[in-house]
């Protein structure tokens, strides 16, 4: 069944840039400089990303990152050109204009369908660098029956996705920004590593992740991403941040429980309540869970709190809708009976790094 899958992905993405690059080629007017570039273009832009996975590993890292974002971003704006030259198809099919001349050797329409998407990737660029400030309160009590000391501040994040595409330099700005929250906690539902551990090797990642504080540490659980490294030299990295790694375990910290599960990747992970057997119910429990497929666990172990990551929301518009149909809750805080719930969008991204029609934030959660 994976294979079929991925023969059919191929297929869709190689006809899908057969299709948008014939089109362009013929809005240009014959013996145009252009006609030959466009052929070259499509060449690189079209395997760039077939490189990425069939030599990752063999490449250096300066020449994997360069194919890596061109493949990637390219991935998003084939999707926006294919979208447009795909309704303009269309429309014309309905007799409002003449597709001849729309649709050959037309400058005005290449022009407008370049800038156009041009455009929509400079806004989702923009978009994707504002990071979202999320805030909103847990009363544990309504749970467990018991009141905190004092107050508990959480920081969560999801999906960084360090690597080729996000380096240092953005991390550094990330860790400013939470640290100058002064957390109790930080919480980080999974995907810290995007596919491969090289560039974070390369760019000593571990020393720069080992600045991000909290008063009662920064706990993680594993993402579908740390498994697509390799699991087990996600972990070698993870032990050198300093961070402590939840696999299907629950520590004792603040007077809260902490419950990380591993990814549901690992078909072998525990169900959530063989791992709270023993609790005490007046301990407020919170669970951090990578993929919100476990939302009626959550609620049946009496969770106070369940931070989940994974979707992105789709990441773009109109992935946004097909996120919101596959997922109870795809984005944002909802409640399951006394549980809260919150699915982050991610503070990082895959590939090219733009926002359509969804966010990159953090997450602020106090508990009172």
């Keep these: 069944m994976m294979i079929v899958t991925l023969i059919l992905f191929i297929s869709l993405y190689l006809g899908a840039n057969f ?25 690189v832009l079209a395997f760039s990303i077939f490189l990425v996975f069939l030599l990752r590993g063999h490449l250096p890292v300066p020449l994997m990152s360069v194919f890596y974002k061109i493949g990637t971003v390219w991935l998003f704006i084939l999707l926006y050109l294919f979208m447009m030259i795909l309704v303009l198809e269309l429309v014309s099919l309905t007799g409002l204009f003449d597709r001849t001349a729309v649709m050959r050797s037309n400058w005005i329409t290449f022009g407008v369908l370049t800038g156009i998407t041009a455009l929509i990737m400079v806004a989702g660029s923009v978009n994707y660098h504002h990071k979202r400030r999320v805030t909103f309160k847990v009363d544990t009590s309504t749970v467990t029956g018991t009141k905190l000391e004092s107050p508990i501040k959480i920081i969560a994040i999801s999906d960084l996705h360090l690597g080729y595409t996000i380096g240092t330099r953005e991390l550094r700005k990330w860790i400013e920004t939470i640290n100058s929250e002064q957390p109790h906690i930080i919480f980080i539902a999974g995907d810290l590593i995007d596919s491969d551990l090289r560039p974070l090797v390369k760019q000593d990642m571990a020393s720069v992740l080992r600045q991000l504080h909290a008063t009662y540490g920064v706990y993680i659980a594993p993402g579908n991403h740390e498994y697509i490294a390799g699991i087990d030299a996600s972990l070698d ?6 961070y402590t790694v939840l696999r299907d375990s629950v520590v004792n910290v603040a007077g809260l429980n902490i419950l990380g599960r591993d990814d549901r990747t690992n078909k072998r992970r525990m169900p959530i309540g063989e791992l709270t057997e023993g609790l005490d119910p007046q301990v407020p429990l919170i669970i951090v869970d990578h993929q919100p497929l476990s939302i009626g666990e959550a609620e049946a172990a009496r969770a106070v709190l369940q931070v989940s990551g994974h979707t992105h929301r789709g990441q773009v518009w109109p992935f946004t809708w097909v996120t919101d149909r596959i997922y109870e809750d795809s984005h944002g805080l909802v409640r399951k009976g006394d549980t809260m719930v919150y699915v982050s969008s991610g503070l990082g991204i895959w590939g090219g790094k733009f926002r359509i029609g969804s966010v990159s934030e953090y997450v602020v959660i106090e508990l009172i």
Excluded: E, M
Aim: charged letters at 5%.
């Design 237 to 242: 990295f993870l032990a050198q941040t300093g």
């Design 19 to 43: 299709y948008v690059f014939l089109r362009l080629w013929q809005l240009l007017p014959a013996g145009s400089f252009l006609r030959p570039v466009i052929v070259v273009a499509g060449a």
